[in-house]
T-cell receptor, first 115, second 114 residues
Framework: DAGVIQSPRHEVTEMGQEVTLRCKPI?????LFWYRQTMMRGLELLIYFNNNVPIDDSGMPEDRFSAKMPNASFSTLKIQPSEPRDSAVYFC?????????????FGPGTRLTVL | GENVEQHPSTLSVQEGDSAVIKCTYS??????FPWYKQELGKRPQLIIDIRSNVGEKKDQRIAVTLNKTAKHFSLHITETQPEDSAVYFCADTYGSSNTGKLIFGQGTTLQVKP
């Protein structure tokens, strides 16, 4: 398996533009997580899905952020409109939760810069 | 609330010395405690984890200890090497591990000086 795949790897956009980040989890995994990482706030959980259903979106900063998982192999995180304070590295992770392990496998991340 | 306290935020050691990073969790129902390592510009990756039914787990130069009474767990790295330099994150499940969710600590930047 290629692991968790994210695209794009880098995104530079201007304030007010819509940004869409994409994630393909590891095949067979039943959980998908979106994180944001900044120096100031560390690694923040934004939202996570179980079997394509959003379970907890309490970490989504505001209504400008939305996430979808239309099927087991694809998820998107959208920011509309984007703001400079959204600049961060966004990670997608997936896991297969069973009694022995909750290991999350992270993708390479998308570095977002909003000018 | 959902919170994992991690200390110290930075740690500098000489090559060959030991390093210890500590985390404190809040929910006594938490039962899974992983440690992730993130090298500069890379993704976080699991290096070791422990479940609540054991007090210690070792894997070569790294070990994790768990004190359920005090609700804290620690990462121990012995004979540190320059390649151990990275940011280390602890995490807990804030309750049952069946939710799949992890709450991460703020991270510890470890620098191993050659």
């Amino acid at each position: 398996d290629a692991g968790v795949i994210q695209s794009p790897r880098h995104e530079v956009t201007e304030m007010g533009q819509e940004v869409t980040l994409r994630c393909k989890p590891i095949s067979g995994h039943d959980y998908l997580f979106w994180y944001r990482q900044t120096m100031m706030r560390g690694l923040e959980l934004l939202i996570y899905f179980n079997n394509n259903v959003p379970i907890d979106d309490s970490g989504m900063p505001e209504d400008r952020f939305s996430a979808k998982m239309p099927n087991a192999s694809f998820s998107t995180l959208k920011i509309q409109p984007s703001e400079p304070r959204d600049s961060a590295v966004y990670f997608c992770a997936s896991s297969l939760v069973w009694a022995g392990s909750n290991e999350q496998f992270f993708g390479p991340g998308t570095r977002l810069t909003v000018l | 609330g959902e919170n994992v306290e991690q200390h110290p935020s930075t740690l500098s050691v000489q090559e060959g010395d030991s390093a210890v990073i500590k985390c404190t969790y809040s929910d006594s129902a938490s039962n899974y405690f992983p440690w992730y390592k993130q090298e500069l510009g890379k993704r976080p990756q699991l290096i070791i984890d422990i479940r609540s039914n054991v007090g210690e787990k070792k894997d070569q130069r790294i070990a994790v200890t768990l004190n359920k009474t005090a609700k804290h767990f620690s990462l121990h790295i012995t004979e540190t090497q320059p390649e151990d330099s990275a940011v280390y994150f602890c995490a807990d499940t804030y309750g049952s591990s069946n939710t799949g969710k992890l709450i991460f600590g703020q991270g510890t930047t470890l620098q191993v000086k050659p």
